[in-house]
């Protein structure tokens, strides 16, 4: 049947054909197959027989071939009738909801009420013409040139400059959204999959899958599609995600054919058909269920949650593990704990902001009190004057300018441009990491990097090129130290050897020709199979006719490699009827197995354990310490009758016949050596964990330079490493592994567990004082678990399974092991692009509110009106994150160690700086303000009275105080100390143009501001006196410079700012989410529990509605989403009174007291 045409395919089978009644003329519904879907195991096999007769009935009704799929010419139609490969995404949200969030801000709502009530009583004229005279000073000058008119102006300044803040943050978040998702879409993209067209085997983007697709399953593949299996060798499918069942499904075409999107190929391949994509698949199902637009939304909201602190954050936090896209089962969400818990950097800033936030508030309060208390006392106590009820007004009028004044100085202590700051460096970063090959898939694994202690690396593809070539082996009792001369071998040996090659391994594995002229032929598949198929074209055969012959449907029994065997072994049926097993692996592992060898003459001779022990020691071990990868290829013959019992594995594989032991080389990558020793003098430790044989790991390290002969290190396989870590018992215990992990620099001949378990005990190990920080690189199916665990995971972008990427935070698009080290320079870069924003906005911070402060308290005016301090904020918040987040990293920042959890934000070189150019800053200002007038020779500003038109003398102070920002911002682009602050300063052209722009958009407010900004405007010799006090800043920091950290003290004790309760070293996990989570809990705790209330209810309800309408998929669900709720309720409980209910539905919370304990 395979060599007939799609038409005569047709037309043979026209005879029962049904598709007149269905749609678009296929002869099955939309709503057949999603009912088929739903069924499993045997249910689903007797209704296909019901129905359609057989897989082929299905096919035909759909109008596909089971071998050699679609024409592609109906492909739209078929989009038309079954829908596209896509979950149509939520609406990304729009500009004005961006803003209306933005408005949300308590600072900027408290500002507005204040403006508006301002620009109300400006409006207020109290009646009477001569009440001036008796309500005392309040009213003197009020009345000057109809500046009366003119008081509307700073209500409307204020509210002006509230929209300028606004429009700024909403735009910064409307591009990060974009960003974002076009990062997601570039994912979505990468993602291809093998389907059958048109007899030709394709790669498609997922997108472009349509029902009646054959698509082509191997090992490590996420399915894409719903689809019904058509042939299957040896496949295992994780159905975990959608079910929640963690052990692995076997799935075969006649038992259990039924595959499900979202799920994971564990073992084995096989070809199916596609039934249901996009939202009719079950994955798609459970979306629109929960009324998710697909896992971007998920991604998004962590994103979120991580990027502000808002309330309008918060809100999604009780989703996360509701919504968690493929609802992950319980072993995920252990795995989970660890990510949740905040980066590093992010913990420490939350806790940095509350902290500064306090002091604002308290700043602010006083202010506000002494201001109205000294006004009070001075008119009514001292000149003793009555309060006059027309008079009101005029006092009320004064009560709100200080209550305006009070509000600046919480603004301006506020420091609402750390999130930004974050957001635009992470941002940045990303987007400039993709050059550098790193697919950044959540953001803060960028910075995280930057603190990575240790990489555990994988060999094969990363360490080196994944090019693998067949370079010496061990046929008919001849060791070739190069592929031999085909001539040299017996035909009987050869045909064998060739045979096994060709037909032993996967058929998707192919060797095409060179794409460009002179280029090496392109592997395509399983490297370590390219490299066998690489000696069969050596040998002058071709392994295509071979596979032609034997087709991959009438490959009788395939073993497929995984993990547990090392080896992949398939059965062939002869033509007199008996049959023959091929079997390839590991060296050492397949020669245990085989009792014969081939001779010279290519007849089998017996192959005794003492053989097998000299040719471990003559040509295993001199190849593997050449760093070649060591392949034996075996076969054995089979009587026809009595069938064997294939499914009794052990004694099947057994009692082989070794053919040829290969030598495959896989050189180490050029740049790789160079990358490591930068790794190491950044102060990470790189490891190699590998499942290759332990003398080829070895001699792969050397040549990497992971170890140096002669220094103190070990090297261990798997047995030896579990043997030393784990206890009578056999479980693993901390202090066994305390004693290896520090030497270990080779793991070899692991198994995925045993990787997971390294990192596990990297992580939790209390050894350093700091707890170690983990990337790991992996790019097979068994590697997620590591890849989840580490603080970091790299999958591979080209050979890496999908299993590998979803688990991952960083995809290598290359490969590489250098574009790692490429992620650590930008996640330092992060790091300290934050701490000089930090550097600079602390000292902004401490002068102004100290100025506003002590300048209301003796002269009943902050010498910074309100207008001017939110100019002040909007260079400190914005531009300045602008200019000192876009830093680009310089090698130097690999020079130096990692900084380590618990290190405080604020080095003590931080707080020299912060607090040397306050005192200076703090020195002018003052110095401006009480003996400015003498200096400069102009009328006093100091008690003025309302509505006064602005003063020349407080125009000389917001000038100079604004310049000295501008100057210091070039001093804050340096934090270690350096002398040279303008060094690269023309690498980066942003910093340049902000802090031009920024001059000039000065000259524009103090020349032609007027009365909205309190300004009047100075000539060229005042502006001469301003820039020289400004430009003091430059040569104020190389003092500051010189004088030694060790003098001062008291820093230490200040750079510990941030260092109370810091994460312990995780002994813990819950009380660690406490940790964090306090300082989150500070923020606007009230709304969070607002809107966690209101979004739990509103999830129930949509929940509990689609049930009503639901499907037979009902029943599964509802056993998933109430573990998930239970799970959630006891964490998340949105409210005090919800405890009980918590309570009710969770039998292990103890009468309360967890659920009240975790109120956030």
């Known amino acids: 049947m395979g060599d007939l045409t799609n038409s005569d395919y047709y037309a043979k089978n026209q005879g029962n054909d049904v598709s007149s009644n269905h749609e678009g003329g296929f002869g099955v519904s939309v709503m057949e197959l999603r009912d088929l879907m739903e069924l499993r195991g045997s249910e689903a096999v007797v209704k296909i027989q019901e129905e359609y007769g057989d897989m082929d009935g299905l096919c035909q009704r759909l109008k596909t071939s089971p071998t050699e799929g679609l024409t592609g010419d109906d492909l739209d139609k078929r989009k038309e009738v079954y829908g596209e490969n896509l979950i149509p995404p939520k609406k990304p949200k729009t500009f004005l909801q961006l803003v209306w969030e933005a408005l949300q801000d308590v600072t900027l709502i408290i500002l507005e009420v204040a403006a508006l009530i301002s620009l109300g009583l400006s409006f207020y004229q109290p009646p009477g013409g001569d009440s001036g005279e008796s309500c005392g000073t309040a009213a003197a000058g009020a009345e000057d040139e109809g500046e009366a008119e003119a008081g509307w102006i700073e209500g409307a300044a204020i509210l002006l400059s509230v929209v300028c803040v606004v429009l700024v943050t909403a735009f910064n978040d409307w591009s990060k959204e974009k960003q974002f998702r076009g990062l997601q879409s570039r994912i979505e993209q990468e993602q291809k999959f093998q389907v059958v067209r048109g007899a030709q085997v394709i790669q498609l983007p997922v997108a472009d899958i349509v029902v009646g697709d054959i698509a082509q399953i191997k090992y490590g593949d996420l399915l894409p599609a719903d689809g019904v299996l058509i042939q299957g060798n040896d496949l295992k499918i994780d159905e975990s995600s959608l079910t929640g069942e963690s052990d692995h499904v076997k799935k075969d075409a006649d038992k259990d054919p039924m595959l499900l999107s979202g799920t994971h190929v564990m073992e084995g391949s096989g070809r199916m058909l596609v039934t249901a994509v996009g939202v009719n698949s079950q994955t798609g199902i459970i979306f629109t269920l929960l009324g998710a637009g697909e896992p971007v939304e998920e991604e998004k909201k962590k994103e979120k949650v991580k990027k502000q602190d808002g309330a309008a954050a918060m809100e999604m936090q009780p989703l996360k593990s509701a919504e968690g896209g493929e609802m992950e089962e319980k072993e995920k969400k252990k795995a989970n704990i660890s990510k949740k818990e905040k980066s590093v950097l992010q913990g420490k800033l939350t806790k940095l902001a509350v902290q500064i936030g306090k002091a604002g508030l308290v700043m602010s309060a006083i202010t506000v009190i002494i201001l109205v208390l000294y006004f009070a006392v001075d008119n009514f106590v001292l000149q003793k004057r009555p309060w006059l009820t027309e008079c009101t007004p005029i006092y009320v009028q004064y009560f709100v300018k200080f209550f305006i004044i009070g509000v600046t100085v919480l603004v301006v202590a506020v420091p609402e441009g750390l999130p930004l700051a974050v957001t635009i460096s992470l941002a940045y970063s990303v987007k400039k990491m993709m050059k550098d090959n790193n697919l950044v898939r959540h953001l803060d694994a960028c910075e995280t990097m930057g603190n990575a202690t240790a990489i555990c690396s994988d060999k094969t593809g990363t360490l080196t090129t994944n090019r693998m070539t067949a370079v010496a082996c061990y046929v008919g009792d001849v060791h070739y130290k190069e592929i031999p001369d085909p001539g040299a071998l017996t035909a009987k040996s050869l045909d064998i050897l060739v045979n096994a090659i060709s037909l032993n391994s996967a058929y998707t594995t192919k060797i095409l020709p060179a794409t460009k002229e002179g280029g090496l032929p392109m592997q395509v598949g399983n490297k370590t199979e390219c490299g066998l198929l690489g000696l069969v074209l050596d040998l002058k055969r071709d392994y295509q006719p071979i596979r032609n012959q034997i087709p991959e449907e009438k490959l009788y029994k395939v073993y497929t490699f995984n993990s547990a065997r090392k080896s992949m072994s398939t059965v062939i049926k002869l033509s007199d009827g008996s049959f ?64 064997p019992l294939w499914d009794n594995e052990n004694d099947i594989l057994n009692e082989l016949t070794a053919v040829c032991v290969v030598g495959i080389e896989d050189p180490v990558r050029p740049e790789v050596p160079d990358a490591i020793i930068r790794c190491q003098r950044a102060g990470i430790t790189v490891r190699m964990v590998t499942g290759d044989n332990i003398n080829t790991a070895r001699a792969i390290a050397i040549k990497c330079g992971i170890i140096h002969p002669g220094e103190d290190f070990l090297c261990i396989d798997g047995k030896e490493f579990n043997r030393r870590i784990r206890n009578e018992k056999g479980e693993v215990e901390q202090e066994r592994m305390d004693k290896v992990w520090p030497k270990l620099r080779v793991l070899a001949r692991s198994s995925p567990t045993d990787k997971h378990t390294l990192v596990k005990g990297i992580i939790d190990s209390c050894l350093t004082d700091q707890r170690q920080v983990v990337a790991v690189t992996g790019d097979g199916t068994n590697d997620g678990p590591a890849l989840k665990k580490a603080d970091v995971g790299f999958a591979m972008g080209i050979a890496g399974t999908d299993v590998a990427k979803e688990a991952s935070d960083i995809i290598l698009t290359d490969d590489n092991f250098s574009s790692i080290v490429k992620a650590v320079m930008w996640g330092r870069n992060v790091y300290d692009s934050i701490s000089k924003f930090l550097q600079f906005q602390l000292t902004v911070n401490v002068v102004a509110v100290i100025v506003a402060f002590t300048g209301a308290c003796i002269t009943q005016d902050s010498p910074l009106k309100a207008v001017q301090m939110l100019w002040v904020n909007l260079i400190m918040d914005t531009f300045a994150s602008l200019a000192l987040a876009t830093e680009p990293p310089t090698e130097a920042l690999l020079m130096r160690k990692p900084y380590g959890r618990n290190k405080p934000l604020i080095s003590s070189t931080m707080t020299k700086n912060i607090l040397g150019h306050g005192i200076y800053q703090l020195v002018i200002i003052f110095s401006l303000l009480f003996v400015g007038e003498q200096i400069f020779d102009i009328d006093s500003g100091r008690h003025a009275p309302l509505h006064s038109p602005p003063s020349e003398h407080y125009t000389i102070i917001f000038n100079t105080f604004v310049l000295m920002q501008l100057f210091n911002e070039i001093n804050a682009r340096k934090i270690h100390g350096e002398r040279n602050v303008f060094d690269g300063i023309f690498r980066n052209p942003i910093f340049c143009s902000i802090v031009f722009g920024t001059f000039a958009i000065q000259i524009v407010i103090v020349q032609f501001g007027g009365k909205p900004f309190s300004c009047t405007p100075l000539d060229l010799e005042k502006w001469g006196w301003c820039t020289f006090l400004g430009l003091g800043e430059l040569v104020w920091g190389q003092v500051i410079a010189t004088i030694p950290n060790s003098k001062l003290r008291f820093l230490r004790g200040a750079g510990q700012l941030t260092k109370k309760n810091e994460m312990p070293g995780d002994e813990d996990m819950n009380e660690d989410n406490e940790e964090i989570d306090h300082a989150e809990r500070e923020l606007r705790r009230g709304q969070v529990l607002w809107f966690r209330g209101l979004n739990r209810i509103q999830t129930q309800i949509d929940v509990v509605n689609t049930f009503k309408s639901g499907s037979s998929y009902q029943g599964q669900l509802r056993r998933q989403s109430s573990t998930t ?36």
Not at 1147 to 1154: L, W
């Open 1125 to 1160: 709720s239970q799970n959630q309720d006891v964490t998340n409980v949105s409210s005090p009174s919800h405890v009980s209910l918590s309570n009710a539905l969770s039998p292990t919370s103890p009468a309360g007291h967890s659920g009240r304990e975790r109120i956030p």
């Open 580 to 643: 023959r097993m091929y079997s390839k692996g590991a060296s050492e592992i397949v020669l245990k197995k085989c009792t014969k060898i081939l001779n010279q003459e290519g007849e089998p001779r017996v192959f005794r354990p003492r053989d097998k022990d000299e040719m471990v020691k003559k040509v295993i071990e001199p190849m593997a310490c050449d760093g070649l990868r060591t392949i034996c290829v075996a076969y054995r013959d089979f009587p026809g009758d009595p069938e």
